[in-house]
């Protein structure tokens, strides 16, 4: 026999057999302060006993230990029911007020997530080749003229230098090679198969699971939530949208806040959602094609005063 019975329950009982086997003392006492010491006397002083063993009480009529068993027995029944009492003690999870409200969430709000796989910036350009001016040969100017006799005779071969060379520019050193590719999984919007929050394990058939898993969710945000004090001062309610991405092994990462009410509520939505990694909870991922993957997922938190 199993019973669920609340603290409360339990202590009103427990006072109730106190208050029992109080009453029983007093009745007793009262009973026995009953009987008038005269009357005794004269009606137990003539007897004799056979054993002093028997005539050890004064008055046989006062005699405490003809109740023990009794009192024995009384004890024990109180003692076992207590214990009874205790083992199918029941401890009542406090209700959760969860607002009533639909988890669909405005397209404008519905943030693409930045692409990872970014290709990697191309090098920078090589510098432009330094041309080395080649300086003209100064002519030393003479103070007076000098005239030569630049007759060239038929016999006499001209060799004209040839012109020099520019210098060519060094060449460029090569552009560092490219940082090695950092390998990122994927963050998809929309899978097969959606992340869950732990609790439905027992839920048959999808539509049932996805239901079960988004209550047990809001329960767990609206059980450790607080209403900020300066939202509450002012009257502020309203929805706060909160991103996170669930990881493959089903921790959350990511949490950011993308739209709030104001007065803090956004902020205490954030705290929120990131208690779930320090409670150790942990969801059940997203799959595509069989495969486990991270799944980005917007919750929206209402605020409504009460």
Known sequence: MSLNLSGLTILALFLAIVAVIVGLIFIIRGMLKSKDAMEL?????????????????????????????????????SALLMIFLFFNFTKFEKEVFVPEYDMSVEEDIMVQPPKLNKP?????????????????ELVEEEDEPVFEDQTIEAETEVNTPPPPKPKKAAPPPPPPPPPPKKKVDEIFRAVEEMPRFPGCEEAAGKGKLD???EKALLQFIYKHIEYPTIARETGIEGRAIIQFVVD??????????????????????????????????????????????????????????E
């Open 120 to 136: 990697p910036p191309p090098p920078p350009p090589p510098p432009p080749p330094v041309i080395e001016e080649v300086p003209e």
């Open 41 to 77: 006397k004269d009606e137990f002083d003539h007897l004799t006993t056979a054993s002093p063993l028997i005539g050890r009480n004064k008055y046989p009529q006062l005699d405490v230990f003809k109740s023990t068993g009794t009192n024995f027995g009384i004890g024990m029944v």
């Open 248 to 305: 493959k092994n089903g921790s959350i990462s990511g949490v950011k806040l993308l739209r709030g009410p104001g007065g803090g509520c956004g902020d205490e939505a954030k705290r929120v959602v990131a208690l779930m990694n320090k409670k150790g909870i942990k969801w059940s991922p997203g799959r595509q094609q069989g495969q486990t993957v991270r799944v980005q997922y917007i919750l929206p938190v209402m605020f409504k005063l």
């Open 211 to 213: 239901k079960c898993s």
